[in-house]
């Protein structure tokens, strides 16, 4: 069983930065992703960037590539450093962790959630 809690969420300026935390009680296992996803009123949950728990390797989307950075500190830890923030960004962020890659459906654990708000 994996507890995720996600924080740093908060309202910023279109431009600005933040950094969103997820940590995790349990561990994933290895051979797992750590992923972020967000999901902004009326629309699904859109992958974000994901991270091997294993070999730290990244994945991203196209629209956060260049801006956006994941890491972890360990097995336990995740963050998400989200730069040149778009109004566009507005969304609440989940974490989560699973065999997955891209799809919602392909992770096992998912966190809360955090708000994050981008005000032009």
């Known amino acids: 069983q994996v507890q995720l809690v996600e924080s740093g969420g908060g309202l910023v300026q279109a431009g600005g930065s933040l950094k969103l935390s997820c940590a995790a009680s349990?561990?994933?296992?290895?051979?797992?992703?750590m992923g972020w996803f967000r999901q902004a009123p009326g629309k699904e949950r859109e992958f974000v960037a994901a991270i091997n728990v294993g070999n730290s390797a990244t994945y991203y989307s196209n629209s956060v590539k260049g801006r956006f950075i994941i890491s972890k500190d360990g097995a336990k830890n995740t963050y998400l450093e989200m730069n040149s923030l778009q109004v566009e960004d507005t969304a609440i962020y989940y974490c989560?962790?699973?065999?997955?890659?891209?799809?919602?459906?392909?992770?096992?654990?998912w966190g809360q959630g955090t708000q994050v708000t981008v005000s032009s």
């Open positions: 989560c962790t699973g065999p997955g890659y891209s799809t919602p459906s392909s992770y096992r654990y």
């Open positions: 349990g561990r994933p296992f290895t051979s797992w992703r």
